[in-house]
Structure formats: structure tokens, C-alpha cells
């Protein structure tokens, strides 16, 4: 299921942005969808997940209050709103897609698909 990611920019600190991620191929609603994030130096890291039919979601701790995934499974898209953007939330920002389990998996190899990422710049 190849990935598209857009919606990256540069925003001032406190400032929202909406990433979407939309995905085409096999049926949508088979993945399991993450929001993951690699900052200069460092990993990447998972930032959130969706379960296939949204019922389920996981937010790292600096997401917590701040961000919300969602996902239309009509529309092949899956979106991380962002609010209250720090400077520490600058990084390339990935959609990953992982065969939906009984688990939402946190792990970025466990995610066999990814879009090529758009970077998200907070300025201070």
C-alpha cells in the first residue's frame, strides 16, 4: 500500500499544523496506520498509531494533549493533527502501514510500508 505524506511546513511555536497520509493499492482498512518522527542525530520514533478501524490509538507521552491521529477509511487517508507545536517537535514526520493485528504495533520495524516523509519545522 504505497504511502503519501504531506502537510509539513514551518510554524511558530504554538502554532497547529494537519499531516495527512494517503495511501492507494490494497483495501486501506487491512493496516494498521503510525505517525513516526526522526529528528537530526537522532531515531525514529513512533509518535502515534491508529488501529485499522480507528477504534483504537496510542500516543507517545509528548503527544499526549497535543496531537490526534485519525483515519477516514473511505478516503485512504490517514491525518495527525498537531497542536500546541514545540520546537522540539521539529523533525521529518513518517506514516508507516503495518498489517493490522490484535496489537497496535510501536515499534518502526515492525511497519513493512512507509511514505517518504515531511518535515516539520517549529520555530521558537
Known amino acids: 500500500v504505497p504511502l503519501q505524506a504531506c502537510g509539513g511546513g514551518l510554524v511558530q511555536a504554538g502554532g497547529s499544523l494537519r499531516l495527512s497520509c494517503a495511501a492507494s493499492g490494497r483495501p486501506f482498512s487491512n493496516y494498521d496506520m503510525g505517525w513516526f518522527r526522526q529528528a537530526p542525530g537522532k531515531e525514529r520514533d513512533i509518535v502515534a498509531a491508529?488501529?485499522?478501524?480507528?477504534?483504537?490509538?496510542y500516543y507517545t507521552d509528548s503527544a499526549k494533549g497535543r496531537f490526534t491521529i485519525s483515519r477516514d477509511n473511505a478516503k485512504n487517508l490517514v491525518y495527525l493533527q498537531m497542536n500546541s507545536l514545540k520546537p522540539e517537535d521539529t523533525a521529518v514526520y513518517y506514516c508507516?502501514?503495518?498489517?493490522?493485528?490484535?496489537?497496535?504495533?510501536?515499534?518502526?520495524?515492525?511497519?513493512?510500508?512507509w511514505g517518504q516523509g515531511t518535515l516539520v519545522t517549529v520555530s521558537s
Open positions: 508507516a502501514a503495518v498489517p493490522r493485528s490484535r496489537d497496535l504495533r510501536l515499534d518502526s520495524s515492525a511497519y513493512d510500508t
Open positions: 491508529i488501529y485499522w478501524n480507528g477504534l483504537s490509538t
